[in-house]
């Protein structure tokens, strides 16, 4: 099964956070590192969920 990638963008707007905060939390090893591929940076959907489950993150629309 082939994993779906989410772009910048859709992990900005789940989390609700800036570039720069992604960025920061990656650093710091907050968060999932995302994969480069292009020039662009992607995240494991699943590595997000399993994020998301293991720090209890609720996201609200």
Known sequence: MIDKLLTQKEIMKTFKVSRT???KWQRQNLF????KI???LYWSEAKIKNFMESNEVEVKN
């Open 21 to 23: 905060t992604l960025w």
């Open 32 to 35: 999932p590192k995302a994969k």
């Open 38 to 40: 292009g020039g662009r």
